[in-house]
């Protein structure tokens, strides 16, 4: 018999992925998939007759997670410039000036027990460097990490003749971590995916173009509490209805950044895998600390030529080009999203702002940049960024900004895959798999002819120009969804300040009595942060590239305990690179 209303409204979520797919109740619905929606003009907030009060709300209904200082600085430009801002304008401030992007808390001025501190997080990373800087050629300044590496003979065609050969020079290696835990968190497999993809294009994007050569990945959860395989640790706390299970997330999210690597065509050779979830004594009563909302890590190290390394500034009249996938209404507000406290936006906004995986297209967008650097200090390619958080409302600018220069786009340039599309989505949705590149202007034919060999799309959207105001025209509707200052997007909102105290919390000493030896050995080899990983390390190609020479796996046996993951330089010497990585986060709960 047929299925009660209630019925089905229960079976909905069990039968599709609420991310990319959608139910139909009867086939006249699917004539939907069929419809093309009008193109739509930008919206504003009425600050100059709502004042502060319309920016607030603005604030909440698009998810911008502006504090209260940004919505003051917001105010007083806009009342200064005597108009309103756009949607698109309050979107790409929200995406650029986001704790994600910007490093706000890591950036901040720490008041510890009444005393200033010296330095802040970020000074304490960089303080590494400084005191020994040793071989270290580029730091805290591009997509990823450049170090001095060894003399080897690199496999590519040579500029002219396209013929494949070997070229003897430095090898220098490139490094990054990232996470991306948001995402993961709220849908695993694209947001692992898009993890990963994130991570090697910011590898690829490093310099005037590098390749990526292998990755890592971890995953911090909470207790998994298999069904029917508890284990006596693991108590159920409850967790938000937004957020998956750590099992779902561990089922999930590991095929999502395999799936990537693999696609993509990179061997992922190194990671980590922890379960916790323990409550804990505080000054205030008992604490629960976990995973709830994941550590999702990706990372890896590649390669990259000693003329590329640094990015080249480029003059004002430089095409600015978009490398990749088309514009698609996924992953709005991503960068804002994710800085907010997990539960602070709405449920709906927490899924819009999960992007989507298309490892296909980037691999394309990657033989670009390859053949490109293939041309050495010929390369047609001067500044390249990848598209991340904030997608191309945070790249660009930051593109023309890192040049000491404005820029003029035209909205309708952009690659679109949905012609319905507001001015905000198109400038501030986060498809994936894009890049944006200043190219020469005298080989902009020499760039095209080179996406075109490999299929790979691209668009010329904008210019540089000298002065530093950044202009985007809409052609369709004749008017500018965005005209403003450089230095109101980029300007210098007061700095965060944070004052904290130490609070003693009781330490109950740790009691050995009546501990059954044999049966806590059973209990430890159990916890997922001990037992076997080799489900997380065989579900990708540890070979491909050929330039493997120590991944996961020891021994006749095949057990994965390698201590380090270790890739060569080239096909004849012994020099190589070598990465490993640990971690022991509940470590700050014991002291």
Known sequence: QPLTDHELAALRPLIHDRMTERVLDSLDEAESLFFHAEPRTYTEVDILGGGREALVAANGELGLALSEDEIDYLVESFQALGRNPSDVELMMFAQANSEHCRHKIFNAQWIIDGQRQEKSLFQMIRNTTEQSPGDVLSAYKDNAAVMRGATGSRFFPAPGSRVYGEHG???????????????????????????????????????????????????????????????????????????????????????????????????????????????????????????????MLAGGLGNI?????????????????????????????????????????SEDLDFASVQRANPEMQRRCQEVIDRCCALGSESPILFIHDVGAGGLSNALPELIHDAGLGGRFELRTIPSADPGMTPMEIWCNEA????????????????????????????????????????????????????????????????????????????????????????????????????????????????????VARDQMVGPWQVPVADVAVTIADYEGYAGEAMAMGERTPLALVD
């Open 432 to 547: 994936q798999e894009r890049y944006v590149l200043a190219i020469h202007a005298d080989r902009l034919e020499q760039f095209q002819a080179i996406c075109e060999r490999e299929r790979c799309p691209y668009a010329v959207v904008g210019e540089a120009m000298d002065e530093e105001r950044l202009l985007l025209g809409d052609g369709l509707f004749e008017n500018n969804p965005i005209d403003m200052p450089m230095g109101l997007l980029f300007g210098k909102p007061p700095k965060m300040l944070r004052e904290v105290e130490h609070l003693e919390a009781p330490r109950p000493q740790l009691r050995l009595q009546g501990l059954d030896l044999e049966r806590a050995l059973e209990r430890v080899l159990r916890l997922p942060t001990v037992a076997n990983k080799t489900f997380l390390v065989t579900i990708g190609d540890r070979s491909i590239t050929g330039m």
């Open 169 to 295: 020079e430095e090898i220098h290696i490139l490094m990054k971590v990232e996470t991306h835990n948001h995402p993961t968190a709220i849908s695993p497999d694209p947001g692992a995916a898009t993890g990963s993809g994130g991570e090697i294009r910011d590898e690829g994007a490093t310099g005037r173009g590098s390749k990526p050569k292998a990755g890592l990945c971890g995953f911090s959860v909470s207790n998994l509490r298999i069904p029917g395989f508890e284990q006596p640790w693991e108590r159920d706390f409850g967790r938000p209805g937004r957020i998956v299970s750590a099992l779902e997330i561990m089922l999930e999210g590991p095929i999502g950044a395999a799936a990537f690597n693999n696609e993509f065509g990179r061997p992922n050779l190194c990671g980590y895998f922890r379960t916790f979830e323990m409550e804990v004594p505080a000054a205030g009563g008992a604490e629960l600390r976990g995973y709830h909302k994941p550590i």
């Open 305 to 345: 030529r000693e003329e590329h390394v640094e990015k080249n500034p480029f003059p004002a009249g430089s095409p600015l080009v978009v490398l990749g996938g088309p514009a698609m209404l996924i992953g709005l507000g991503g960068g804002a999203a994710s800085s907010m406290a997990s539960g602070t936006s």
